[in-house]
């Protein structure tokens, strides 16, 4: 069975930094493109950053600058470090993964870790 297991939110001030980590375990045979998403309260889940097999990226404009995706394929993992942050970042944060099991493509999910920008 297939896991993303985010890690590294919390409570920042205006201007610091973050780092999110998300780890996929579980049996299956490669990822393909791995990305964040966030959703702050009464709004709909967005793109944050999204980041391919071969480590192409694609990046919201509001986070552009700031933000930058990474993934190591060997731990399974990708991350997302944050600077500058502001209070519109506070959000839900999730980690999305395109997984090949053996044949079939299918999408997964992290169960969110929350990241508040506040003085």
């Known amino acids: 069975q297939v896991q993303l297991v985010e890690s590294g939110g919390g409570l920042v001030q205006p201007g610091g930094s973050l780092r999110l980590s998300c780890a996929a375990s579980?049996?299956?045979?490669?990822?393909?493109?791995m990305g964040w998403y966030r959703q702050a309260p009464g709004q709909q889940r967005d793109l944050v950053a999204t980041i391919t097999s071969i480590g192409s990226t694609n990046y919201a404009d509001s986070v552009k600058g700031r933000f930058t995706i990474s993934r190591d394929n060997a731990k399974k993992s990708v991350y997302l470090q944050m600077n500058s942050l502001k209070p519109e970042d506070t959000a839900v944060y999730y980690c999305?993964?395109?997984?090949?099991?053996?044949?079939?493509?299918?999408?997964?999910w992290g169960q969110g870790t929350q990241v508040t920008v506040s003085s």
């Open positions: 999305k993964a395109q997984i090949n099991l053996w044949g079939p493509l299918k999408d997964y």
């Open positions: 579980g049996s299956f045979r490669s990822i393909n493109y």
